[in-house]
């Protein structure tokens, strides 16, 4: 099975900073990566798929980039409809493991 | 705009099967080119894929809940299933269903989206 880290577990940023969220691999699945959005009390929202394309209608301030083992998430500029949790998620293996997710949260 | 929501039961009792149906609209589970999902996520926890079903009744499980696990489709109503059977505690959680595109170039299932809202199914007797 292919497991999914992410660092770090959760974070505390003012708006307008720069938000870096990373995600391991613990093997080679290429760009076979996607990142979802979870705000509290609702389902995971599609933001970046294929490690750095970014999903229809998605804020441009998200983006993803990276292959192999290592994938970053970033936030240019936080907002406050921001906060929430962020998970990756892998398809390079059929059980279609995640992440443990990363809560964002305003400081 | 396709659109999922769940629906059954809240309250299941252990040894019981939950059962749960998730109604597409929007458009349909018989075009192709998508594998229709259960994912479920234990309170204050990650998410855990469950399995998937294309429209031809074709199915795939999570090796770890493929004992317990039964998806099924029902393409005049536009709906598929889960049962999920000799359910304890550990089965408390929000279940979600959602569609999952089939990348053809890679021949996998890939992200999914849209998801359902959800819905919490208590295991108590």
């Known amino acids: 099975d292919i497991q999914m880290t992410q660092s770090p577990s959760s974070l505390s940023a003012s708006v307008g900073d720069r938000v870096t969220i990373t995600c391991q691999a613990s093997q080679d699945i290429s760009n076979y990566l996607n990142w979802y959005q979870q705000k509290p009390g609702k389902a995971p929202k599609l933001l970046i798929y294929d490690a750095s394309n970014l999903e229809t209608g998605v804020p441009s301030r998200f983006s993803g980039s990276g292959s192999g083992t290592d994938f970053t998430f970033t936030i240019s500029s936080l907002q406050p409809e921001d906060i929430a949790t962020y998970y990756c998620q892998q398809y390079d293996n059929p059980r279609f493991t995640f992440g443990p997710g990363t809560k964002v949260d305003i400081k | 705009q396709v659109q999922l929501q769940e629906s059954g039961p809240g309250l299941v009792k252990p040894s019981q099967t939950l059962s749960l149906t998730c109604t597409v609209s929007g458009g349909s589970i018989s075009s192709g080119g998508y594998y229709w999902s259960w994912i479920r996520q234990h309170p204050g926890k990650g998410l855990e894929w469950i399995g998937y079903?294309?429209?031809?009744?074709?199915?795939y499980y999570n090796p770890s809940l493929k004992s317990r696990v039964t998806i099924s489709v029902d393409t005049s109503k536009n709906q598929f299933s889960l049962k999920l059977s000799s359910v304890t505690a550990a089965d408390t959680a929000v279940y979600y269903c959602?569609?999952?595109?089939?990348?053809?170039?890679?021949?996998?299932?890939?992200?999914?989206?849209?998801w359902g809202q959800g819905t919490l199914v208590t295991v108590s007797s």
């Open positions: 959602a569609s999952q595109v089939v990348v053809v170039a890679a021949m996998r299932g890939g992200w999914f989206d849209p």
């Open positions: 079903i294309y429209y031809s009744g074709s199915t």
